[in-house]
């Protein structure tokens, strides 16, 4: 089944804890994105990857990292975790380029909370 | 700078009656524009995109959406909600950098 995974579902932790969210995708995409949900501000790009080593900020990057060692995987990483990261968290794939739709494809969410 | 806006943020409707909800983005240019559907407790799905062609574009359940470049609005409309189009809705636009910008949604509840 094609699908956009991660892990973990739920996550409560501490600030300045380090934490890494896994994704990971089944589809072949090239791009990869993460992004954050929260009340009344929708969902904003963190970070996204066109491809293996090519990653770019989004809106939001302030407190996170990425990588992108491999095609089907673009983990987060929170180095100093701190309470406003507190939010629902995804992870998308989809293929690139100009000849394709650009759908992206969601992963079911992590829900992040930082006391 | 690009932005997305979904002026409705909370919609109630009866069973059966229409909807429309509105999305407009800062500028024109080429644009990709999606409809995601996000169910109570799950992770967005896609209900229509439109990339080129007809500006009338159908997805599924029902919905639809009309791309206006004009008026830079893609506004999604279905004639007869049920119980089960409860959810939040979010606009996405895609210029031609690399970055998706979405609307901050728009929470619908319809009423049995």
């Known amino acids: 089944e094609a699908q956009v995974t991660q892990n973990p579902r739920y996550l409560i932790t501490v600030t300045g804890k380090k934490l890494t969210v896994t994704c990971s995708q089944n589809?072949?995409?090239?791009?990869m994105s993460w992004y954050r949900q929260d009340p009344g501000l929708g969902l904003r790009q963190i970070y996204y990857?066109?491809?293996?080593?090519?990653?770019d900020k989004g809106d939001v990057p302030e407190g996170y990292k990425v990588s992108r060692k491999e095609k089907r995987n673009f983990p987060l990483i929170l180095e100093s975790p701190s309470p406003n990261q507190t939010s629902l968290y995804f992870c998308a794939s989809s293929p690139a380029g100009l000849a394709v739709s650009n759908e992206q494809f969601f992963g079911p969410g992590t829900r992040l909370t930082v006391l | 700078a690009q932005s997305v806006s979904q002026h409705n943020h909370h919609v109630i409707l009866s069973e059966a009656a229409s909807l429309e909800l509105g999305c407009n983005y800062s500028?024109?240019?080429?644009?990709?524009l999606f409809w995601y559907v996000q169910y109570p407790g799950q992770h967005l799905q896609l209900l229509l995109k439109?990339?080129?062609?007809?500006?009338l574009v159908k997805g599924i359940k029902g919905f639809e959406a009309e791309f206006i470049k004009s008026k830079f609005s893609f506004n999604l409309r279905k004639p007869s909600v049920q119980w089960s189009d409860t959810a939040e809705y979010f606009c996405a636009v895609k210029w031609t950098g690399n970055q998706f910008y979405f609307g901050t949604g728009t929470s619908l509840t319809v009423i049995p």
């Open positions: 439109y990339f080129s062609g007809d500006p």
């Open positions: 990857s066109m491809n293996v080593e090519v990653t």
């Open positions: 500028y024109g240019g080429t644009v990709n």
């Open positions: 589809m072949n995409h090239e791009y």
